[in-house]
């Protein structure tokens, strides 16, 4: 039974417009999201987070948006860039962000970014 | 930077045969994780360490072990590789940047594994 969906496998959009990615997730349970990035032959790098207590969360070009009620999550890229195009994990845990917690994860999203 | 490294980046391993991959962080951060990527699968926990010689099991930890005798180091042994365990590992700590109200997991860059 998977936890954490990303129903989109691959998304492509233009230079300098938004990219939208969207995550559901299942276990009422979790109470903390995560977005991480990643590169070929490279380790995934965490992006942004948000506690369940804050439906919106942003960090320069990157908010990230929770629903409880719908158990949805999106992450919002604006503008894109080239150097944008990787491949995007959610994550979520039950442990409100402490030190210890462990990460279930979605399947992801290849995002590309045309220049 | 987190202060991750894995060894070896990559392998090449015959069926049956033991291997044991290693995650060395320099920063003293008291919980580690070992992850599997697959296609179509993401990531998935194998096991974690919450401190020296404290360890548990995660979601796919059949076929894996793991140690860990000192902080900055945690080993995973595949007992008697199988096919089946080909993948991406990645090592992981848990760690609170300065000025962050919470911990995030932070990665190494992955050992590329192939069972033949």
């Known amino acids: 039974d998977q936890q954490v969906k990303q129903n989109s496998p691959s998304l492509s959009v233009q230079e300098g417009r938004i990219s939208i990615l969207n995550c559901d997730y299942t276990n009422s349970m979790f109470d903390y999201f995560l977005w991480y990035k990643k590169y070929p032959a490279e380790g995934p790098t965490f992006l942004i987070s948000i ?41 979520a845990s039950a ?20 220049p | 930077d987190a202060g991750i490294t894995q ?21 003293n951060h008291r919980y ?19 401190g020296v010689k404290d360890t548990d099991k995660g979601e796919v930890s059949d076929g894996y072990s793991v140690s860990r005798s000192k902080t900055e180091d945690f080993l995973l042994t595949l007992e008697s590789a199988t096919s089946s365990q ?11 940047l300065a000025g962050k109200s919470s911990y995030e997991q932070y990665f190494g860059p992955g050992t590329r594994l192939t069972v033949t």
């Not at chain 1, 009620?69 to 080239?82: D, E, F, M, N």
């Not at chain 2, 980046?9 to 015959?14: G, I, L, P, S």
Request: charged share 20%; glycine share 8%; aromatic share 12%.
């Open chain 2, 32 to 50: 580690m994780y070992w992850y599997r990527q697959d296609p179509g699968h993401g990531l998935r926990l194998i096991h974690y360490s919450y």
């Open chain 2, 86 to 96: 080909t993948s991406v590992y990645f090592c992981a700590i848990s760690a609170r």
């Open chain 1, 95 to 114: 442990n409100s962000g402490g030190s210890n917690y462990k990460l279930t994860f979605g399947k992801g999203t290849l995002l590309t970014v045309n």
């Open chain 1, 51 to 91: 506690s369940s207590i804050k439906d919106k969360n942003e960090d320069g070009r990157f908010t990230v948006f929770l629903n409880k009620s719908a158990k949805h999550l999106s992450l919002h890229i604006v503008p894109s860039q080239p150097g944008d195009s990787a491949v995007y994990f959610c994550a």
């Open chain 2, 7 to 27: 060894s070896p980046r990559h392998k090449v391993t015959e069926t049956g045969t033991p291997v044991t991959l290693r995650c060395h962080q320099t920063e």
